[in-house]
Structure formats: C-alpha cells, structure tokens
C-alpha cells in the first residue's frame, strides 16, 4: 500500500507540474511578444538617432560620405595598398563624395598615415580624407583571445564597430580588412548602404577540412589534431561560426572578392553569387617596370668586357645570389618554413663558390609581430643561419625595389594564400618566383603565360630547396626568359586594372547614392 500512495502522489506532482506549465505558456508568450517589441522598438530609436546625422548632412547641402573600416590603415600590407588605391579611385570619379577611414591607429597624426601610405606604396591622394581614430582596436587583436580566437575577434568587430558607427554615420560603408560582423551593424542599426572586399574568409571549408582531417597547422595546435574529443567539438565550433559568417556577410550591398580561390569559399559561405565578384588587388607593377631584365650574375663577362671597349673587367671570385620574401611577418606566412628550406639549399651547394643570403622583406602591424621576428632571428642564429639571413622591417617602397632588383629568386611560402601582392611584387621586378602550391598563387599567378612558364611551385622543405637548387642551376638564359614571362603576365595586376574593375563593381552602389 505504501508503494501504491507514493506513487499516486508522485503522479498527482506530475499532473500539478504540468497544469503550471500550461498555465504560464500564455503568459510567456507575451512576455516574450512585449520584449520582442520593446527590443525592435530600441533598435528602431536607435536607428533613427543614427540616421539623423545623415539627415542634418544632407540639410547642410553637403554630399553623400562613404568610410572606410580599416583599424590597421597605417601598416604596410597588401590590404592597406587596397584601401588607398580604391581611395584614389573614387575621389577621381566622384568629387562630390567626401571620404572617411575608420582606423584604429594610435600615436600618428593624419598626416603621418597619408606620408606612410606615399613612402611605402608611392600613392598620394588626389584630395583630403578624414580620419576616425578608434580607440579600442585591442577588441580585435588575435592576442586578446588566447581561445574561441575567431569568435572573440568576430565579437570584438561588433563592438568596435559600433564605436565607429556612433563616431561617424556614413552614408556607404565599406570593410576592406574582412570584419564581416560589422556588416550588419552598419547596415540595420546605421541604414548604411554596405560593401566589402575580402582579402580571406575568416573561416574556409579549407580550416573545415584541417580539423576534420586532424592536421596540425599554425591554427590547429598538436594538442587538438592528437584528440579526437577536441578534434570533434572544434569542428562543430567552426561549423557554427560558418553559418553565423555567411548570415553576417550575406547582408552586403556589393560583395568583391581578391582571388579565385577566395571567391569559390565565399560563394560558399554568403550564397550571393549575384553581388560578388572578383577584383584582384592592386599591385603597382609599373613600379618595377625600370628594372633591367638583363642577364644576372651569370652572364658572361668577356661579352661585357667587348661592350666596354679595351677595358676587361675580371670575374669576381664569389658571386651573390640573394632569395627575396616579401610580406608581413604573420604566423601564416611561414617564415620558419623559408628559413628551413633555405638551410636545406645552403647544405646541397656546400662547397660552391658563391655567396648566397635570404631577404625578408615585411611589415610589423604590432607587438605581437615584432617578438614573432624576434623569434624568427633566434630560429637563425640556432640553424647557424645568423650571418646569412637579414631582415628588412616597414621598409621604404625604394628599399623594396632596390631589394627586389637585386633578387634571384623571389620566395613564398604562406598555404592557401588568398592571393599574393608580394609573389606579383617579385614577377614585376624580375624575380625568378618561387611561390606555394596552393590558393591564389597557384590558381590566378603563377600560371602560363602563352603557354610558357612563369615560375616555380612547391609545398614542403624539400620541394622548396629543390627547387631552388634547379632555377639557380638553369642557364642565365633560361632563366631570362621565365622572367620575360612573368612580368608580361603580371599586367593584368596593374593599379589601372584594378580601378577599373573596382569602380565596376561599386558603380551601382555609388549611384544611389548620389540620387
């Protein structure tokens, strides 16, 4: 009996559990209603403050503004060359347009970034911008988040994005640093027209791909890809965050991508086929039109000596051969990579009579990036590499070329490079490329041209060193003519091809605003 009344009691719980849930069903639901429209109606009050800074802009007879968000405007990459170039086109087409650039720089003034930008990529602005110094850039520094990086940096975006919304209301915004989380900040909180230029996805089926498969990479540690557990949960993790990015990046205006290879994930990703297309990045190969292609330390000196008249010059004893690699020292360049390869073509050549050296060429956005060389000199100094190995750090744009001029080999490394400024940097010059067998490099640069080739390919140490072993070893000649080849094939790179193809995909967005 007693079994029995505990079990009518029990059941009498239940029953009494139940009726209160159904009982508070209705009055959750509008609970949950009230919030719903007490929260569109905040966003909505929040909107209309937004939007009646523009609205006084207009009343004042003042144009339509377009910003840029580029919290590393100041650095000397690929990216930074982007954002000044397409400012330069568009203030040419549009001189109605005023121009703003969120930038997250401390420490310079305006005119510093605007002598930055003509020191290292030779570009000087037709007219002004104005600039927006932000102040917590440190939201969206790697570092800051020693674990869930992609979604602590992705979170960081959205804040400091709406500080640069509440500093600044454009009528178009731009992201030309790949924050697509700030897309719809500025789009649904600002009623900003949005576009944006990606450099590289945040997230790619590529990572996808090196998680699933439990490889280690820079951004796959060995204590995760040993795990299956870890392996598992990180793979959910990114699967997440994937949909999470392709919501955020589909609610752009104007999608343009740098590459083949960035245009294939981001169809993938944001399913806009319609807005997105591809612009390659600018690079100024005209630059290095002034470089001889002559003949290089092999060519033959008595052929010299009889252009030079009586005068016959003697063939020093050593030769210099220098490999050159230009780009910013980021963990995914892999400079450890170029080191190692290097070492391995120093033992190969042992015994020859030359003098070989390897150039890295790049910039420093941070503390972060100057202790990474500072790891890099010490990796040198263990391989015995210390007198053969020379950093270049934010170099002048002169430096760089004169570098360049000087180079054997132009060297690249980084995986799945999204496309590659530094590797057209050293076709234009005259380099003989060595660049990785992957990403843009191998599906947009280092490709035939006119059915010939135009550089080499590689994808390990060995394969790096042997390589470089064969393009010394090939005939000045030879050698000649794959530099012909590739700087012929770089034309398509130029600063003008890039203007054209980016006020194309703009022209619409542009437009409308100018109604």
């Known amino acids: 009996m007693d079994v029995l009344e505990h079990y009518q009691q029990l059941s009498l719980c239940l029953c009494d559990l ?23 109606m905040l966003l909505m009050g929040v909107r209309f403050w937004l939007q009646s800074w523009i609205r006084a802009r207009r009343s004042r007879n003042e144009g339509p503004a377009l910003a840029f968000f580029h919290p590393y405007c100041n650095a000397g990459g690929g990216g930074e060359r982007v954002l000044w170039c397409a400012l330069r086109a568009l203030m040419n087409r549009y001189p109605r347009v005023s121009f703003v650039v969120y930038t997250g720089d401390q420490g310079v003034t305006s005119e510093q970034i605007l002598e930055g930008a ?24 790697a570092s800051s988040y020693p674990h869930f990086t992609l ?32 897309l719809p900040i500025f789009r649904y909180l600002g ?19 090196v998680v ?6 820079f951004n796959n540690s060995d204590v995760i890809s040993r795990n299956v557990v870890l392996s598992a949960l990180k793979l959910l993790y990114y699967c997440c965050f994937a949909l999470l990015y392709g919501l955020a990046g589909s609610c752009s205006d104007v999608i343009m991508v740098n590459s083949t290879w960035t245009l294939g994930h981001i169809l993938a990703l944001w399913r806009a086929p319609s807005r997105t297309s591809v612009v390659y990045p600018p690079c100024d190969v005209r630059a290095f039109l002034d470089v001889p292609l002559e003949h290089d330390e092999d060519d033959d000196w008595e052929e010299v000596g009889r252009e030079l008249g009586d005068f016959q010059p003697k063939k020093p004893g050593r030769k210099s051969l220098s490999v050159v690699s230009v780009g910013q020292f980021r963990p995914e360049k892999d400079h450890r990579l170029q080191v190692q390869a290097f070492k391995e073509l120093l033992e190969r050549r042992a015994g020859r009579d030359e003098a070989l050296r390897l150039v890295l060429v790049g910039g420093c956005r941070n503390q972060e990036d100057e202790e990474r060389v500072l790891m890099l000199r010490g990796f040198c100094a263990e391989l015995g590499l210390g007198d053969k190995v020379q950093f270049k750090l934010n170099v002048p744009f002169e430096e760089l070329k004169r570098e360049l001029s000087g180079a054997t080999i132009g060297l690249h490394t980084m995986w799945n490079e999204h496309f590659g400024i530094g590797v057209v940097e050293c076709m234009a010059a005259g380099t003989v490329v060595l660049a990785h067998k992957s990403g843009g490099p191998k599906l947009d640069i280092v490709v035939p041209f006119r059915g010939e080739r135009t550089g080499f390919l590689a994808d390990s140490v ?44 703009m022209e619409a967005v542009m437009r409308s605003l100018e109604r």
């Open 118 to 141: 003509r020191r290292r990529f030779n570009i000087s602005l037709p007219r002004a911008v104005s600039f927006v110094f932000l102040k917590h850039r440190v939201l969206v520094e």
């Open 151 to 182: 979604l602590g940096q992705s979170l960081g975006s959205m804040f400091l994005g709406w500080e640069a919304l509440t500093s600044f209301v454009p009528d178009l915004y731009v992201d030309s640093m790949g924050y697509a989380f700030t």
């Open 191 to 209: 009623g900003c027209k949005v576009a944006s230029y990606v450099h590289y996805p945040t997230v790619s089926t590529d990572m996808l791909s």
């Open 18 to 40: 139940i009726r209160l849930m159904f009982s508070l069903i209705v009055p959750c639901l509008f609970l949950s209603l009230f919030l719903t429209l007490l929260l569109l």
């Open 462 to 505: 060995d394969s790096y060193a042997s390589a470089m072993a064969s393009i010394l070893s090939l005939s000045p000649e030879a050698r000649l003519e794959i530099r012909r080849n590739a700087r012929q094939s770089v034309e398509r790179f130029s600063d003008q091809e890039f203007d054209a193809s980016f006020l194309g995909a």
């Open 212 to 217: 699933r498969e439990r490889n280690p990479r």
